[in-house]
């Protein structure tokens, strides 16, 4: 005999259909603690509540999934539309909606490692910001009296870096400020160290760094606080993490970037050998272009020299001075020549005058005979009774004619 009870349909509410089919979903083993791989649509970060919401989909099929703020605050990298992502999670049901959807507690980039994809999103951030702006990087000091040195005290990059400052550039003071250079610490004590060389203006230039390592081991120099601190230091910063081939945003951010802390070292200073050798040979160079051009002004000079000798006004003045001796010898000649003329000449006349001198013939015995002043030339210029002075050589007589 069947049972009429047993026939009767069950009738159960929306609440309890849902209720019972999350707690099938949350009971099974299979659907807890999955792997789900798939790519990103329909993404919604609710940056004020911290949940982020989308979608999980592949080429057939597409599943709703949300990730809440406690989780998402552990993520390395920002999620993206359209990037392939593996998300460790569960599946369940929320009750309210009815909806089926995963909750993803962690999750991670097919393919490239999250620190990858963060580093890479922060690199693209920041360089549309114009932190790594050619522009903005200050000059490195070519001879600095102190270097700032950020890294760890124990490590053998500082022991690398002060045996180079050192050996190269002997005179520079070197300022230790240690920090730690990984683990959650590290980036405030990074940050805290390029503010104190500013607070306090006690270095020319910063060498921030460490050596290498892995991206995790590397990852405090990815700090995004970090670089503004860079950006915004009045000191110009060296960068040096890591190995060659290690590439940080502290690397990007910084004035300059050395592959090594050891080649960070040898860029800040400059080498006193290679300085030496550099003032060396200015030093001839310079000597080399002083006689040059000494020997240029001299020749110069010398011929300035044989022009101005050409028309050197004393060497007119000499013509003249000597074309005027010349004259002045041959006046001198001809006056002595014209005086010896004249002294015969007048030797001559002497003679003659001399012969004819009334008291040379007086001399002779003759006298002079005068009357009235005059001398008489004839006897006819006198009659009987004239006074005639008769001059002699001794003397005059006064003597009267008594006979004509």
């Not at 010898?329 to 003679?351: C, D, M, Q």
Request: glycine share 6%.
């Amino acid at each position: 005999m069947t049972n009429p009870d047993f026939m009767k349909p069950r009738i159960i509410s929306v609440s309890q259909l849902n209720y019972y089919v999350k707690s099938l979903l949350d009971n099974d083993a299979h659907l807890s603690g999955i792997f789900v791989t798939g790519e990103i649509s329909n993404l919604k970060d609710h940056y004020r509540s911290g949940h982020i919401y989308f979608s999980l989909k592949d080429r057939n099929a597409v599943v709703s999934a949300v990730m809440f703020a406690g989780n998402a605050r552990n993520l390395k990298f920002k999620l993206e539309e359209g990037m392939k992502v593996i998300a460790f999670c569960r599946a369940s049901l929320y009750e309210v909606t009815g909806n089926y959807q995963i909750y993803v507690e962690d999750i991670q980039p097919d393919g490239i490692g999250a620190l990858t994809i963060a580093f890479e999103q922060l690199k693209k951030k920041l360089e549309d910001k114009g932190l790594f702006s050619p522009e903005h990087k200050k000059p490195i000091p070519k001879f600095p009296k102190t270097v700032g040195v950020i890294t760890s005290p124990t490590g053998a990059a500082v022991q690398d870096i002060r045996n180079i400052l050192t050996r190269r550039f002997p005179g520079v003071d070197i300022v230790l400020c240690p920090v730690l250079v990984q683990g959650a610490g590290a980036p405030a004590q990074l940050i805290n160290a390029v503010n104190l060389f500013n607070e306090y203006d006690c270095a020319d230039v910063i060498i921030i760094g460490r050596g290498g390592g892995s991206i995790e081991d590397l990852w405090a120099f990815n700090d995004e606080n970090l670089a503004y601190a860079i950006y915004a230091s009045n000191i110009p910063v060296i960068s040096a993490v890591g190995h060659e081939t290690d590439f940080t945003i502290c690397d990007f951010v910084s004035d300059l970037r050395a592959p090594t802390p050891s080649a960070a070292a040898e860029l800040a200073v400059p080498d006193k050998d290679e300085l030496i050798s550099h003032y060396n040979s200015q030093r001839q160079y310079l000597n080399s272009i002083f006689d040059n051009k000494l020997s240029k002004l001299s020749k110069n000079l010398s011929d300035i020299n044989t022009s101005l000798s050409k028309y050197s006004p004393e060497k007119t003045i000499n013509l003249f001075d000597e074309r005027l001796n010349n004259l002045s010898e041959r006046a001198k000649n001809t006056v002595n020549r014209e005086f010896t003329e004249y002294s015969e000449k007048t030797k001559k006349l002497g003679a003659k005058l001399e012969a004819l001198n009334p008291v040379s013939v007086l001399q002779r015995g003759y006298s002079i005979a005068e009357k009235d002043g005059k001398m008489i030339n004839s006897v006819k210029e006198l009659k009987i009774d004239d006074e005639i002075n008769l001059t002699f050589k001794d003397g005059k007589v006064i003597t009267k004619v008594v006979e004509n």
